[in-house]
């Protein structure tokens, strides 16, 4: 749970840089739309490499249908979110790793 709360903020931090005049930014709504990302990305875990298209073309849709953005303001929020979404479970996984 606790993840799904720093995504939205991630979320919503990412959407203001971009979109900050077009965006509907409220932590309750961003808070649903990386709900649905992570729900998306779970389905579709087991696909492999196939998931990240999927994940990326579903995010894009869930800004553009629930946040009012363009698609090209979309795909930069989707891009950016997702590469700071990587960066950060990287990050997590290296600092938790075990020294045995």
């Not at 998306?40 to 894009?60: C, F, K, R, Y």
Request: aromatic fraction near 10%; charged fraction near 5%.
């Amino acid at each position: 749970m606790l993840g799904i709360l720093f995504s939205a903020l991630v979320l919503m931090g990412v959407l203001f840089l971009v979109a900050r005049n077009d965006a509907e930014i409220s932590f309750p709504r961003m808070l649903l739309v990386s709900l649905g990302i992570t729900v998306v990305a779970l389905v579709s875990s087991p696909l492999g490499l196939l998931a990240l298209p999927i994940v990326l073309v579903a995010s894009a849709w869930i800004l553009v249908r629930f946040c009012y953005v363009s698609w090209t303001q979309a795909w930069i929020v989707t891009g950016i979110y997702l590469v700071v979404q990587i960066a950060l479970g990287v990050g997590w996984a290296l600092l938790t790793r075990s020294g045995g």
